[in-house]
């Protein structure tokens, strides 16, 4: 199945279209551009509000895009695969054991999946600014992001916990 498919399957399912991923086999390089494509599509969505906030404080947008571009591009999924680990730590420690795979999976997807309400969020954040709008979508997204990845992991240590 095409991504945006399986995207679009995942705002019904999200348990079933991890399942489906996960049948396909341990496949790190997916997984990577799963986590990567999130990433990017989080630093594009974040460009609207940067370029918001350097024309209101006459700030230098570029400084602001190298920054975001570091901070989501670079960073961040450093700390997703340490969150994946520790997910799969904790799961483990309540005899939910969940693979090293499972857990990343789930997480990366969860990311991706959710990539359109962050879109919209980063909108929302660069037309209308702070305020309630921004609040809720961003509440929404924050919502069905641990929907999708909590329904992966559940998923996940359906189908077991092998290394």
Sequence with gaps: MPVTTD????????????????????DEPRALAYL???????FVANLPAQARKAHLE?????????????????ILPLVLYVLAWLTQAVARMLGRPVSGHGARL????????????????G????LIGPGPALTLVG????????????????????????A
């Excluded at 995207?7 to 341990?26: D, E, N, Q, T």
């Excluded at 006459?58 to 670079?74: P, S, Y």
């Excluded at 789930?106 to 969020?121: D, E, G, R, V």
């Design 123 to 126: 909108l929302v954040a660069g």
């Design 7 to 26: 995207i679009a399957a995942s705002y019904r399912r999200p348990g079933a279209v991890v399942k489906h991923l996960l049948s396909r086999g341990p």
């Design 36 to 42: 990567m494509a999130g990433c990017v599509l989080m």
């Design 58 to 74: 006459e700030g230098d947008l570029n400084m602001a895009m190298g920054g975001a571009l570091l901070a989501i591009v670079f």
């Design 139 to 162: 509440a929404i997204w924050f919502g069905v992001f641990l929907w999708f990845w909590l329904s992966g992991l559940r998923a996940a240590a359906a189908i077991g916990g092998e």
């Design 106 to 121: 789930a997480l990366f997807w969860a990311l991706l999946a959710a990539s359109p309400l962050i879109l919209l969020n």
